[in-house]
């Protein structure tokens, strides 16, 4: 009950990007005073979550319909027993690249975090080199986690976080050179 919890305060007022597979979902989460408001492209979605006292388990309650979710660390979400690869990305964030895609292509680059979490794992260290896909490091959210890729080529030249710590959207992770 107090993951719940904690799951409902790191992710209302935000709205994210789901990809699975080819689909592509905006998921907005407000809070209300009678609980959270949960649109699915902008559709009006009843849910419940339900946690089964494992961690990367829960059951999910979509308009009275149950399902059974399993989360693993490579960004597999096992659906009622099917796979689905999914990404999951800050919609700020995603509209700020669309907006301005060669903000990528500058001498120095900073990697946010996409959505509050908790840093789980550093691949890098300063002065690695970097190649475009690489990861980085990985940020722990909604019992997800979420590998942060460099978006080009580059040297990391400076890590902002350490691993176990918590962040909120919008904090600077990675320097990039």
Not at 117 to 128: F, H, Q, T, Y
Not at 139 to 147: D, I, L, R, T, W
Not at 155 to 167: P, S
Request: glycine share 6%.
């Amino acid at each position: 009950m107090e993951a719940c919890r904690e799951t409902r305060q790191v992710l209302t007022n935000m709205a994210y990007i789901v990809k699975a597979g080819d689909k592509e979902y905006v998921i907005e989460i407000k809070k209300q005073a009678d609980g959270l408001k949960i649109q699915v492209n902008g559709k009006g979605v009843d849910i419940e979550i339900h946690n089964t006292g494992m961690a990367s388990d829960m059951v999910l309650l979509v308009n009275n319909r149950p399902f059974s979710l399993s989360f693993r660390p490579d960004q597999i979400v096992m659906v009622d027993g099917e796979e689905y690869a999914v990404e999951v990305v800050d919609e700020a964030v995603q509209r700020l690249i669309k907006a301005n895609p060669e903000a990528v292509h500058k001498k120095e680059l900073t990697i946010s975090a996409p959505m509050p979490g908790l840093v789980v794992d550093i691949g890098v260290k300063e002065g690695d080199v970097v190649k475009q896909e690489q990861g980085l490091l990985t940020v722990e959210a909604m019992k997800m986690q979420n590998e942060m890729k460099s978006p080009r080529d580059g040297v990391v030249k400076k890590i902002l976080v350490q691993k176990g710590q918590t962040v909120n959207s919008k904090d600077a992770l990675i320097v990039i050179d």
